[in-house]
Structures are given as C-alpha cells and as structure tokens.
C-alpha cells in the first residue's frame, strides 16, 4: 500500500439526510486528508460503486456471547435466567478459545460494515479466579483477534467486584471476573497501558450492583481521561435493590460521585424516572442502545427520543450479538419507540445514522469519524445491486440505508486505508463462516 491514496465515490453520506455525488477524497497513513464534492474520478483513483459512508462503529460487544446465538431465544423466562446458559459459555473460554471465537466475531462485524468495536471486556482469570501469568492475558487476546479481524478496538476493561449490592463477594460463577478489590482492578488496568496500534483502553465499572459507590469514587480519581462504560438500568430489579441499599436510583449514585458527563457512557438505560434523564440529559452523557439484545431479553424499550431532547448523546451496540446488524440496530430504536408511543419520527434517519458511526466514535474517546479531514480512514461502501436498495434515492440516503439496508450490502470496507473486505469477503480470513462455527463447537456444552 502507498503512502498516499485516492479514492472515487459515486456517492457518500457525509452527513444529513442526502448523499453527495462523485466524492473524492485522500488518505495518508490512515487518516483521511482531503475531500472533494462533485469531481471527476483522476486516473489514479480507487473508483468506488454505490453509497460510501463512515465506518459503522458498534459501542457495546460482549464477543463471547456471539456463542449464545439461537441457543437461547425460544426458551422461556428472563434476563436474570438467561445469565445460566451465559455463564457457562464464560467459564468454558480459555485464552486460546476465548482468541479464537472473538477474532471470528470480529470478523463477522466487518463484514457487516463495522469497523470498530468497544468490546467490555470481563473474563479476566481462570475459572478459579487465580490471575494467569499475565493478568492481562484475557484481555490481549482481544486486541489480538481485533487485530487479525481488521477492527479498531476500545478495550473496556471491566471491574466486576460483586454479585449485588447486598453481596460482598462474586457469585461462584462470576470469580473469573473479579480482581478482588477495587485496587487490584486498577493496578491490572494500569499495567495494560493506554493501548497501541487501532486499539485503546477504558474503564468499565460493570454496574452499580456490581461495583459500590465508594468503589465508584476511586475510578473517577483514577480515570486520567480514560472514558468510562457501564451497565445503567437495564432491569426493574437492578433499580429497586439500588433504591433498597442506597436510597437512590443507579443514575443518581452515578452523578452525586461524579460519572456522568461526556466521557461515560450508560449503556441500555432502559428503565429510567424523569430526573434520572434529567441528569443524564444535562451531564451531555452517551446513552448506548442495543435493541435486538433488549428485545431478546425482554428488557423493555428505553427512553432515547427523551434523553436526547434532555441533551444526552446516542450510540448504538450488538451487546450479546444475537444478531451483528447496525443497520437493524438504528432503526429499531425509532421503530421500537413508534410502537410505545404511538408516534412516527421521533429521530430523523440521519440522526440515527450518525449514533451508528460518530456517535459511537465519540462514545469510544476515538474523536473525528466521518468522511472528512483528519478522520480515520475508517469507511464502508454499499451496493446498490440489492433488492434491499434497488430504489436508492440520493436525496433521502440515510432514510434509505437506516431503514433498508442490511449486512449483506456491505460490500466493502477499510480500516486505517486498509481495505479488510473487499466484494463481500474478508481479505485476511478466508473462511469465517467456518471459523465460527469451529470456535463456537469449541466453547459450547450447551
């Protein structure tokens, strides 16, 4: 690959509700340095088909879980009784599995058209609990299969200390997960660095239940401009025990020490009072959705159009990637709310798409993400050779691709001006389907 590249788009979303025509545009080591709307292709340029636009960029992934799919939705019961089969995927994984099943996950992510990915990030140990030799062994085998998947990664590494509020130590399935105090979690954190080449670091307190507000109150003296995730209301019941220890709702504990604000991320905040969107709103806090994971669980619909009306930002996440489909995940937040309020458009096309990509970016403390100067060349292409986009409309591009476009459009994408699918298919792993299927045998009991 040269130093410079050009690249020559029939179309590109940059932004709104339309395309523009005939986009030329730059990359040097990886970072987009010029862009020009309406200009003809030069001899040296990659001419690209169909609709380009920024990378989509998935804010929440638990990788393992990707080993759960069609395994666990037909049954009955809830979130609380689908952690079993959960667990014991989680206590199955070793380095080498866990490497394996992640790298294949990733790679079906790119092929969907995302690439980048926070992956939170919680088998830390042996089953026992007992640290590996490298503490953080866990955790580099997923910059690992990031890696050779072609996706920028945030590692968020998750301190996970408690089974509730009401219980001290981890449940016996759960050991794997802690580090035995909030001090330990941060000295494992600070031994894995500030990341390397396409993949950084960030701090993932799991939950309230699962981290304590005095615990809480060590990451934020901690944190040295690392960006924060956590888990904030997914559950009725995960509020009322909060309520029941503390006296307040997990959004209010988050703000009275601190960690809220445009560097955290609540993700599905699904079961919220209106002074919890308050909060959240006038911190100018992320809010990350995962719709087809909160539909599977049974999680309920959460408030989006209301915390963006308050001031909060959106991104969107595949969670337990019991489906890998960004486009699915877009419009299921403004469908899902149609259908509670009764209401059509209460978030336009091009403001889910942006959650889909710069929302997600930002979510991840990645910065610019867009087809612009001084982005990543992080972007995808779309075929309009589809049934799916056959009456593509320029004008209204975003409506288009929310809500009609699907993985199998994606038919190529880049990552730092690397091209990591190209027509369809990976161009490091030739054969993922089978790679999953082999990772997925390795680590499934069920």
Not at 305 to 318: I, M, P
Request: with cysteine; hydrophobic share 40%; proline share 4%.
């Amino acid at each position: 690959m040269s130093d410079v590249q050009s690249f020559h788009a029939q179309w590109a979303w940059r932004g709104g509700d339309s395309a523009v025509a005939n986009v030329r545009f730059t990359v040097s080591q990886g970072v987009i340095t010029s862009v020009e709307d309406g200009v003809a292709a030069q001899a040296n340029d990659v001419s690209i088909h169909g609709v380009v636009l920024p990378g989509l960029v998935n804010a929440h992934s638990h990788a393992f879980h990707r080993a759960l799919r069609g395994r666990t939705h037909s049954g009955a019961g809830d979130f609380w009784s689908w952690r079993t089969p959960m667990y014991e995927i989680a206590n199955n994984l070793t380095p080498d599995t866990y490497r394996q099943l992640a790298m294949m996950t990733f790679a079906e992510m790119a092929l969907a058209g995302i690439t980048g990915v926070g992956e939170f990030h919680y088998i830390h140990h042996q089953q026992d609990g007992t640290p590996y030799t490298n503490p953080n062994e866990m955790g580099l085998a997923m910059v690992d299969a990031a890696k050779h998947a072609g996706v920028r990664l945030a590692l968020l590494d998750v301190a996970y200390l408690h089974a509730a509020l009401d219980k001290p130590e981890p449940l016996a399935e759960q050991k794997r997960f802690s580090d035995g105090s909030i001090d330990g979690w941060l000295d494992r954190l600070d031994a894995l660095g500030e990341g390397g080449a396409n993949w950084t670091v960030g701090m993932a307190p799991h939950s309230v239940r699962a981290v304590h507000p005095h615990e809480l109150d060590e990451i934020v003296a901690n944190r040295h401009g690392k960006v924060v995730h956590l888990h904030v209301s997914e559950q009725p019941a995960e509020n009322a025990a909060c309520i029941a220890a503390t006296g307040k709702t997990p959004t209010q504990v988050l703000n009275d020490v601190g960690l809220l604000g445009s560097f955290t991320t609540a993700v599905h905040a699904t079961h919220l009072t209106d002074n919890d969107i308050s909060l959240l709103g006038t911190t100018h806090t992320n809010v990350c959705f995962c719709p087809t994971t909160e539909r599977d669980l049974a999680d309920g619909v959460g408030p989006a159009s209301a915390l963006v009306a308050a001031g909060a930002s959106l991104s969107f996440g595949t969670d337990s990637n019991a489906l890998i489909d960004m486009f699915e995940e877009s419009r299921a937040v403004e469908l899902n709310e149609r259908l509670v309020s009764g209401k059509r458009g209460l978030h336009s096309s091009a403001s889910l798409l942006a959650a889909a990509t710069s929302g997600g970016a930002t979510s991840l403390g990645w910065g610019a993400h867009g087809i612009q100067p001084g982005a990543p060349a992080d972007f995808i292409a779309l075929s309009l050779m589809s049934v799916r986009l056959a009456s593509f409309d320029p004008r209204q591009a975003a409506a288009h691709i929310v809500h009609s476009a699907s993985p199998a459009d994606v038919r190529d994408v880049w990552m730092g001006g690397r091209q990591v699918v190209a027509d369809h298919r990976h161009t490091e792993l030739s054969d993922v389907i089978g790679g999953l299927r082999s990772a997925i045998q390795a680590v499934v009991t069920l």
